[in-house]
């Protein structure tokens, strides 16, 4: 399997039943770098490792428990619409969308880090917070210079 910048052990968290199906779409969240696709995540199973995965309706499924178990985040990218996954890891990260080649580029800070705590004091909890960046990536704000 591919690795990215994944640090630590991969661990299976306590409170769902781990089929073997399950396991290898947590294991592909996992490793990561960017939100993933159903379609993606289907792209990246090794076939020969989980037989019975045929469909890539059988990782909504998987993905929609694990979403009602706290496991994953759900995002809809704005710019094509596209429903993505991303392993909840405790921290979030944002991404900036470039409108012309759709390359997400995680943004370093959250922009909100000290808003949850200033809203505590109103009449409302802030418990997460949504945020997407549109505009032009580097490459394609250049070839428009152009
Ligand atoms: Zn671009
Ligand atoms: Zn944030």
């Known amino acids: 399997m591919k690795s990215g910048a994944v640090q630590g052990e991969l661990q299976y968290p306590q409170g769902i039943k781990w089929t073997k199906q399950r396991k290898c779409v947590y294991a592909i969240l996992w490793q990561a770098t960017e939100p993933l696709s159903a379609v993606q995540i289907y792209n990246r199973v090794d076939k020969d490792e989980t037989e019975g995965m045929y469909a890539v309706s059988t990782i909504y499924r ?4 694990f979403e009602e178990k706290g ?3 759900k995002t809809t990218w ?4 596209t429903v993505v996954y991303e392993l909840n890891r405790g921290e979030h990260t944002h991404y900036a969308v470039c409108l012309a080649c759709h390359k997400r580029i995680a943004l370093q800070n959250c922009p909100f880090a000290h808003v949850h705590l200033e809203q505590e004091t109103t009449d409302f909890t802030v418990t997460a917070h949504k945020l997407e ?3 032009y990536c580097k490459d394609c704000k250049k070839s428009q210079e152009e």
């Not at 998987?62 to 428990?65: D, K, P, R, T, Y």
């Not at 704005?78 to 619409?81: I, P």
């Open 62 to 65: 998987i993905l929609a428990a």
């Open 71 to 73: 496991l994953v985040n």
């Open 78 to 81: 704005m710019g094509d619409g």
């Open 133 to 135: 960046l549109y505009g």
